[in-house]
């Protein structure tokens, strides 16, 4: 078994109101007055594990709207979570001292979606990627123009553009320069939210290969999220699928993509358009992802699900392993054994 | 069988302060009744261009300069303005990439629909408000009586992707034009969405052009496809004999970069370089500084060969044998 570079135990992540003093007033008098204060908090993340692998490229699936970039926030540590602990190589994070929390930090870092707003206008190309190197002290300062330099090149970036700026290059080369920020503090765990959704293919082409190169080079272990499973299953060793904050079904590629288990993946995998597939009639799941604040009761899935029971309308199904390495929770699979 | 349209060498030039954009280059194809095309390019190869000038939307400084657009037999790039609003919205509609922007966000939807009623019939209120409700129910949106009733906000992307199909659907047109209209969406709304269609085509023999950059969705849907790059149409052909069999460096280059015609962990096969400006195009074969195949020659106009009956290209180095 190798190690474990990042383990998430029970994370939940749930968004509410804010309440200012009145707001908590008029909830107060209304609740001594019988009435029960309306819920409004978003589960958007429930009661997730998870372990990633060094050198692993998991592939984290869903609709807009399942949770999955907030997940992916959380790993990065952009987020805090609600409930629940981050463990960094087998160390909770949180519990940490600060300046070992920070280091843990570095090692895990984010590539966006939008090459566009995730880039600062204002700053030239050397800033945007030497900016964070140069304020943690990572390099010695005579030799931080070769190093800034290497970072570049090795994003498939022509150093001779350091000081441009956002504006003055393409989407595909201002990915680039977020995939050279995020390298640049030398990070050990990458996850990419959705970082080739906004390209053209022949350029997506370029980023996914550039991906596979680093992870070769580098050693990189990823946590990819996207919602194209043709791209998730190209680069993935495991992929797991998330619907409405839980994860319902998780396996290794090869598996998941020939033996889906979960009725939600199998109706996700039977609408992905392919290229091989000709003039085909399409068909459609029945309704739409439900409203997070008020997800269904049991399985989240049951009321768009062809073959629901009574059970999973009352009873929220687990995770449990239907074969070696894969996962899923439907209660399907206890009706068979 | 006649085709519905036929669009013959048109041109659709921007007239820019820093120069002549030529957004739509010589660009030729038809469509026949019921039948599906799948116009195909990257970002800046003009083919939602290609769109807007069939449905004549095209503001200065861009302008139509050569080249007919025949529906049904009648020149669009001809007719007056007049002319062109009784054909646009009724017998030749169009779905755009952002619902957002299509629907107005301060009337309720009934407002949009009615009015797009009373533009083309002549009819009641109540009767509109029906045809309305029975274009929504037709897009598979519950309760459609009651939707009526609500604005753009209080809807999903993909109902309000719907809403804009029903809206365009409302006189069943005899053409409709598709501009990327699931690239927001998620698969399964995508799923929805492509069934809609599917069916106006084979219920009505609507003729569709679905404006897009994704092969996977048209491989399933199209029967034609044509294949644009820096304005023009690289390749053209049955969707089979174009997927199959591409002739053309460029179809050859994009099918390649679709993840799932690779072996996993892979390397994908990627066209090196971007598309260029349309600004400084270089004489001759505009992929010419991407291709692997080029030599000296392709600085010449590239001349159309027809490897197959209905299958052209526009290459000096066709590739012979199948899909990468």
């Known amino acids: 078994m190798s190690e474990s570079i990042i383990e998430l135990r029970g994370i939940s992540k749930r968004f509410g109101p804010s309440y200012d003093a009145a707001a908590r007033m008029a909830r107060d008098i209304g609740s001594r007055f019988g009435r029960t204060p309306k819920n409004e908090t978003v589960r958007a993340v429930d009661n997730v594990d998870l372990i990633v692998t060094r050198g692993e490229v998991v592939g984290l699936v869903g609709e807009s709207g399942c949770g999955k970039s907030t997940l992916g926030r959380m790993v990065a540590g952009i987020m805090p979570p609600s409930d629940g602990e981050i463990l960094f190589k087998g160390r909770d994070i949180a519990s940490l001292p600060p300046d070992a929390a920070k280091d843990a930090k570095l090692k895990v870092q984010m590539i966006f979606q939008d090459p566009y707003a995730s880039l600062n206008p204002r700053l030239r190309v050397a800033d945007i990627v030497g900016e964070a190197p140069r304020i943690h002290g990572m390099i010695p300062a005579g030799q931080f123009d070769t190093y800034l330099d290497e970072q570049l090149r090795r994003a498939g970036l022509d150093p001779a553009f350091k000081r441009r700026y956002p504006h003055q290059f393409s989407g595909g080369q201002r990915q680039r320069i977020g995939i050279a920020r995020a390298l640049a503090v030398q990070p050990e765990f990458l996850v990419c939210d959705e970082a080739v959704a906004a390209l053209d293919v022949s350029i997506q082409a370029q980023i996914l290969n550039l991906f596979m190169d680093l992870r070769r080079d580098l050693n990189l272990t990823y946590l990819f999220i996207s919602h194209d499973l043709g791209v998730v299953e190209h680069l993935s060793d495991r992929v797991l699928i998330m619907y409405l904050g839980r994860i319902v079904e998780s396996a290794p590629s090869e598996e998941i993509f020939g033996r889906p288990n979960h009725p939600y993946t199998q109706a996700l995998l039977s609408e992905v358009p392919r290229i091989e597939a000709r003039k085909r009639r399409f068909t459609a799941i029945k309704g739409e992802i439900p409203s997070p604040i008020a997800p269904p009761s049991g399985c989240h899935f049951h009321p768009r699900c062809p073959s629901a029971m009574p059970r999973c309308a009352s009873e929220a199904p687990t995770l449990k392993e239907v074969a070696p390495g894969h996962k899923s929770a439907c209660h399907l699979n206890d009706a068979i054994m | ?324």
Request: charged content about 20%.
């Open chain 2, 1 to 324: 069988m006649s085709a519905t349209l036929e669009v013959r060498n048109l041109r659709t030039h921007f007239f820019t302060r820093a120069g002549v954009v030529k957004a739509v280059d010589d660009v030729s194809f038809s469509v026949e009744r019921g039948q599906v095309l799948g116009l195909v390019g990257e970002s800046g190869s003009g083919k939602s261009v290609t769109g807007f000038s069939i449905i004549g939307l095209i503001d200065p400084p861009g302008r139509l300069t050569g080249g007919s657009i025949l529906y049904q037999g009648e020149d669009l790039a001809k007719l007056s303005e007049r002319d062109m609003r009784h054909l646009r919205g009724n017998r030749i509609a169009m779905i755009f990439q952002d619902p957002m922007m299509t629907l107005n966000p301060v009337l309720r939807i009934d407002t949009q629909m009615t009015e797009a009623v009373h533009a083309h019939v002549k009819t009641t209120n109540a009767d509109a408000r029906a045809r309305a409700r029975d274009a929504l129910g037709m897009v598979g949106i519950p309760s459609p009586e009651e939707r009526l009733n609500a604005y753009p906000h209080q809807f999903s992307g993909g109902m309000r992707q719907r809403v804009a199909i029903a809206i365009a659907l409302l006189h069943n047109p005899d053409l409709l034009i598709a501009d990327e209209p699931t690239t927001a969406l998620d698969v399964t709304i995508q799923a929805q969405i492509l069934a809609e269609v599917q069916k106006l085509t084979t219920d009505h023999g609507t003729a569709l052009i679905w404006i897009t950059h994704d092969l996977s969705v048209i491989a399933g849907l199209a029967d034609r496809i044509a294949v644009m790059y820096a304005g023009r149409v690289v390749e053209t052909g049955e969707a089979t004999d174009v997927l199959d069999h591409p002739v053309h460096p460029y179809t050859h280059g994009l099918i390649g970069s679709v993840p799932s015609r690779n072996k996993r962990g892979e390397r994908l096969r990627q066209i090196p370089g971007m598309t260029p400006s349309l600004l400084s195009l270089p004489p001759g074969c505009a992929f010419r500084t991407r291709c692997t195949h080029a030599t000296s020659v392709c600085e010449q106009e590239p001349p159309t060969s027809e490897p197959s009956p209905g299958h052209t290209a526009r290459c000096f180095h066709p590739i012979e044998g199948n899909a990468p």
